[in-house]
């Protein structure tokens, strides 16, 4: 199954500029998520979207691939869906590859982990019948293991 992980990273956050590069234990915000992708063994293709250099330079070096979003989809009034569809539309263009499942990842959660993906994927699967979307709602950001899922 294909399963790909879309990251967005816009460079331009009204509330913190820059803030998927803002440190949080001396790791830039945009590390926790793309690493969690990168480990899980439910995802085949990790993906950061963005519209900055720094951040394409840094996601790259982590490992992921990336998807520079031109400046119509990167506003702040732009919702999610413009790019989620961008980044898969560059993929069934540019590699033929279209994804079974997209997951998205969202920086500002820092403390989920591949073991939160792949158990959220592991459900999904489960109940594909009953489901056609799943998120992850955290409760205690300092307790990990104390997650719902919906």
Known sequence: MNVISIIPARGGSTGIHM??????????L????????????????????TDNDK????????????????KKISG??????????HV???????????PDVVITLQNTSPFRNSQH????FSIFKYKKKCYNQLQILFY???????????
């Open 55 to 70: 951040i394409a330079d840094y996601a790259l070096s982590l490992g992921a691939e990336v998807v520079i979003r031109p």
């Open 30 to 49: 945009l590390y926790y998520s793309v690493t969690a992708s990168l480990n899980s063994k439910s995802v085949s293709k990790t993906v950061v979207s």
């Open 76 to 85: 702040n009034i732009v919702g999610l869906e413009p790019t989620i569809l």
């Open 140 to 150: 205690n950001q300092l307790q990990t293991k104390n997650y719902n899922l919906l």
């Open 19 to 28: 803030k998927n590069l803002i440190k949080l234990d001396n790791k830039p």
């Open 88 to 98: 898969l539309d560059h993929f069934k263009k540019h590699e033929n590859f279209k």
């Open 117 to 120: 993906i792949d158990r959220a």
